[in-house]
């Protein structure tokens, strides 16, 4: 079985200079774990998962959330995004990528 047929053909994306509360209404509105972040030639240049966004957002289990929103209102995609992300080909069989996500101790390609 090949990864074309459990891929997410045109998903949603963000960009290194779009806000971080941008990806969390992204995910939130769409039910999405993981948005791959694209550079304005839509080449891949990272990716962001939801717990890279709920890291940087505030809590109210530690008080932060009584903070101005401009604190962390200016925080963007670049600052908390994983650069350069593996990837693989479509026609990728999917033990390979079982096999790489292991290797690697990665949850998503």
Do not use: C
Not at 39 to 48: A, C, F, S, T, W
Not at 89 to 102: F, H, Q, Y
């Amino acid at each position: 079985m090949f990864v074309r047929l459990w891929m997410t053909p045109q998903p949603f994306v963000v960009t290194p200079d779009q806000l971080v509360l941008d990806a969390q209404q992204l995910m939130d509105e769409h039910s999405i774990r993981r948005i791959p972040v694209v550079n304005q030639g839509r080449r891949l240049v990272g990716i962001v998962s939801k717990k890279d966004v709920l890291r940087f957002l505030p809590s109210s289990m530690d008080g932060s959330s009584a903070g101005s929103p401009s604190v962390y209102g200016s925080i963007t995609i670049s600052e908390i995004m994983t650069p350069s992300p593996l990837w693989v080909e479509p026609l990728t069989s999917l033990e390979n990528v079982a096999w790489r996500m292991r290797k690697h101790k990665i949850g998503g390609m």
